[in-house]
């Protein structure tokens, strides 16, 4: 069965640097996501994307995160400047279409020391 | 804004059913979804229901929906101890493209 992966498994990071985490959705589907879960908190959700633009940010999805296609497969998480409060699980998913069941990858775990 | 909370914890003798509850605010919501996740694992779709739906049955799971007093349930029936995980319902978003998740409810199966 077709699944989401994501790379690496763990990241990490000193302070201040700029980490790129990286999922290569299901190949058929069209929209894209990037979600986080803190350690012990809910999962939340980041950022949707859909035709090479965002449709849905959350407020935690501020100036210092971005987020590119940068081709046919891959789909990319930046986070500029990161700072301690950024450790976190990360997961990419991906959806056929809006509405659809969304697949999750099995996360990046980003530390930040 | 949504808001989805469960039980943290569920503790059941192997072969008993299981059932974890879960409560929502979004009405909206136009499909409601259960995930598993293992440790160390992502999360794993398990079963969706539509929300003009009250009842879906897939093999052992079962899946209850009161729209009326947004409740959702998700019944294991003859639980294994490989069903032992941490088990999130999520709502979407009216426009289709967010989820927000409960806080999960870790199911301990006793042999």
């Known amino acids: 069965e077709p699944e989401v992966t994501q790379t690496p498994s763990h990241q990490v990071t000193q302070m201040g640097q700029e980490v790129i985490l990286r999922c290569v959705p299901i190949?058929?589907?069209?929209?894209f996501y990037w979600y986080r879960q803190i350690l012990g908190q809910k999962v939340e959700f980041l950022v949707s994307?859909?035709?090479?633009?965002?449709?849905?940010k959350s407020e935690i999805f501020d100036d210092q995160f971005s987020v590119e296609r940068p081709d046919g497969s891959n789909f990319t998480l930046k986070i500029r400047s990161t700072k301690l409060e950024d450790s976190a699980m990360y997961f990419c998913?991906?959806?056929?279409?809006?509405?659809?069941?969304?697949?999750f990858g099995d996360g990046t775990r980003l530390s930040i020391l | 804004g949504e808001d989805v909370e469960q039980s943290l914890f569920l503790s059941v003798r192997e072969g008993d059913s299981s059932v974890i509850n879960c409560t929502y605010t979004?009405?909206?919501?136009?499909?409601l979804y259960w995930y598993k996740q293992e440790p160390g694992a992502g999360l794993q779709l398990l079963t969706y229901?539509?929300?003009?739906?009250d009842m879906k049955q897939d093999q052992r799971l079962t899946v209850l929906l009161n729209k009326k007093d947004k409740h959702l349930s998700l019944r294991i029936a003859d639980t294994q101890t490989g069903d032992s995980a941490i088990y999130f319902c999520?709502?979407?978003?009216?426009?289709?493209?967010?989820?927000?998740f409960g806080g999960g409810t870790r199911l301990m199966v006793k042999p």
């Open positions: 998913a991906s959806s056929r279409d809006i509405n659809q069941p969304q697949h």
């Open positions: 190949s058929n589907h069209l929209y």
């Open positions: 994307f859909y035709n090479n633009e965002i449709s849905e």
């Open positions: 979004d009405s909206s919501s136009t499909y």
């Open positions: 229901i539509f929300s003009n739906m």
């Open positions: 999520a709502e979407i978003n009216n426009a289709g493209n967010m989820l927000t």
